[in-house]
């Protein structure tokens, strides 16, 4: 088995076929969209697929180390950056086949008008051992 993060962008991805901006949803077009990822993270967890998901809130703030003694250094919110992610999901399936099939299955959750977004999912293996170097 190996664990895959699938992250929804909600900016900075290439566009999806869908492309109408969640803001500009109904009501019931977003819980639609909603049940739709509920009903699939429930299926994978009967396969024993699913790990985690969570949505994300628009604003987050860059924090780093700033010297022994020192409180850590923060720039942001930044809301208005090119790339925000909406979410993610972990999956932990036996091949990188099965986490594209899902990927490309969660791709198709219903947006604007009930019409599948086809929006572009990225989907990254977890690092499972250290990078060999060689010199």
Known sequence: MAKY???KHYRGAPAAVNDVPMDRWTPEEIAAHVQYMNDFAARLEGTGEFVDAQALAPGGTFVRYDGEGRPPVT???FAETKDLVAGWMVIDVDSYQRA???AG???AAPGAGGRPIHEWLELRPFLTEPPTITE
């Open 75 to 77: 720039d942001g919110p």
């Open 5 to 7: 993060l699938l992250l």
């Open 105 to 107: 299955e969660l791709s």
């Open 100 to 102: 594209v099939e899902l």
